[in-house]
């Protein structure tokens, strides 16, 4: 697709933009939308789908399909969450907007602000968190009830308005039509959209950000100066030096986010103290979890050697779980047709993933998550090979030798979680 000017079109969109939104769709993967049209296939008529794409969206003609609507479980078992996956010719549409719309709206967006931002990360936030823990005796743990179904989309639109230019108008229309793009359930109902706008969506991030922007950031900096936060999408945390000032701020925030059509959760949303050897008080709530993190007093190590209580992140019980069934589910025991790369080839990029994010702060909590993939592979040696049939203290050791010879072998090896049972590094 030659890039050239589109004269006698009512926008200006470069065909470069809608190549290079292409590229990050397919670097993404993703499922197939309402149309099952998957990457591959669309990608077999490459040119000729960019063009008519671009086309379109630069006559304004350009109209998005309903968006299948995939319910995932939320974290613990407690309910579902709805998924928004449009097709892949719309994620390239969305994409391309929100290429453009970042570029409007990064400069002005808070510090504290992490969330689907180039160079800052989940990590980020809640490094920062642990810092401020120690500093502020307390702190607001915020849920904010189905915030991507309850965002108000005349808000909405006014915050994308005002960074939208003459060159840049575009975007506003397809916001517009994005918003209002119904829901497509399985049995090919769909469901009209009032308010909210559906996660999965390539657009979703940036507008979400933006409208946090607008009814949390500044105004939190402007009416609250005095506390500090971090926040990463809808999920956020507010220091405060004291309770009082903590319940005063809770209940200001409760009512700026009412007039924004957004509701804190009345039981998820609590005022924690941040309990260690210098802070001793006893009160109901001494924990919360954030980003996958719980922060609550553990033992900890000076640099003399002495152990003492501070307030600290590690790896929460629901990502435990989480990452418990995921290993199950790949029924490590049953695969005795392949090697023992084969296993490393297949996993270790998860398993990796899961050190790098969860291995970051306290990772001796990870431990034992990553000693029962030795276990699975120790059923595995003794389901495929007939000598080590029930005799998995002598499977064990074939394990901890090729461990020794290959520590690069598996990630979790690598880190320091060997079959043999020693574990390298500490807290």
Known sequence: MNESRSTGKPFEISKWLIWEAFRRVKANKGAPGVDGV????????????????????????????????????????????????????????????AMVLEREVEPIFHPDSYGYRPKRSALDAVGTCRVRCWRSNWVIDLDIRAFFDSVDHDLMVKAVERHITEDTRWILLYVRRWLVAPLARDGGD??????????????????ANLFMHYAFDTWLARHCPGVTFERYCDDAVIHCATREQAEHVRGALAVRLAQVGLELHPDKTRIVYCKDDDRR???EHTSFTFLGYTFRPRLAKNRHGKHFVSFLPAVS??????????????HISRRSDKTLHDLARMFNSVIAGWINYYGRFYKSMLYPLLRRINEHLVRWACRKFKKLRRRE??????LAGTARRQPWLFAHWKFGLKPDGWTMGAV
């Open 38 to 97: 998957s990457i591959e296939q669309y990608e077999q008529k490459l040119e000729n789908n960019l063009f008519k794409l671009w086309n379109r969206m630069s006559s304004g003609s350009y109209f998005p399909p309903p968006v299948k609507a995939v319910e995932i479980p939320k974290a613990g078992g407690r309910g579902v969450r709805v998924l928004g996956v449009p097709t892949v010719e719309d994620r390239v549409a969305q994409t391309a907007a």
């Open 190 to 207: 769909l469901v009209a959209r009032e308010r909210g706008t559906p996660q999965g969506s390539a657009i979703s991030p940036v507008l």
């Open 281 to 283: 008080g006893k009160f």
């Open 317 to 330: 019980k629901d990502a435990i779980k989480a990452m418990g069934r995921e290993i199950r589910s790949w």
């Open 393 to 398: 203290q002598r499977a064990r050791e074939l």
